[in-house]
């Protein structure tokens, strides 16, 4: 959500126009992320979001965007992508996939509560269960096999300590994609950032955003990379541990809309650790391989390690939180 691809409003003028949503009467950087370049557009007729796909291969779009519209009207509350007369959803802007998606009202929060916990957690499981009717596939490429090629890829830029830490969580981890558990579609990526807050009336609902790091993978693995967000104990900054009520919550809000199997509760340990090690490569490379772009926000990659640490050291923990 970096921008790496300026464009003019003119130029953003020109690309919304099949669309039909108006003129635009304001436009606005996106000042966060850092994976696709995005833009505020509000035009006579509402408030969108811009994305042009600066990693994203053509062809992989059209799972993310197809998954979007079908959760979108499975009643699952998200961003959706909008469709020209001609039923086109991406098109090109300065020679990139580009496209035009609702933008949803609502903020982020920074510090969670239980209660949003909770909400959190049956989001995902609605999502998850929404998911199971939607017909495309996408591997995760953020998987196993990715975390071991991406370790080698860092090896020379890591200390005698640190390649010693990750080996040892792979070595851990060599059996993840061999897990018998629930499988379907992932968000893949359900931070904080990742979720805005509908606070109208008497309403508190959690909606979903950025779903360019979904795939086909273990449901438990999506429960854990949001755990690993949104229920951090911020009190013991800069230490890395859990949040237990907010970490029950979460879980027990999941639990209530697709309950556990004995499986997951066993692998649930596991899980964590394995979510704490994708976050950890992933800001390890980008804190080693910075992309030249115009606005970039660095990620706190040593936190991730020792969130991983704390895993390893907690697991039975880190198990009581969970139950079938």
Known sequence: MSVFTPITTAEARAFIVPYRVGDIIDFQNIAAGVENSNFFVTTTEGRFVLTIFE??????LDFYMGLMLHLHASGVACAAPLTTADKVVIRELKDKPAALVTRLSGNDIAHPTPQDCHAVGAALARMHVAAQSFSLKMPNWRGFSWWRSYADDLTVHLSVAVRAQIAA???HQQDFDRLDLPRGVIHGDLFRDNILWDDHGSHHTPQMIDFYFACNEQWLFDVAVTANDWCLDYSAYPEARLHVANAKALLAGYAGVR???KAEVAAWPQMLRAAA?????GRLGYHHFPRDSELTHPKDHAFSA?????HAANEAGNRALITI
Not at 55 to 60: F, H, L, N, S, T
């Open 277 to 281: 090690l994708r976050t950890w490569l």
């Open 55 to 60: 990693k994203i291969p053509r062809r992989d």
């Open 306 to 310: 020792r969130l991983l640490h704390f």
């Open 169 to 171: 969580e792979l070595a």
């Open 259 to 261: 309950p556990f199997t």
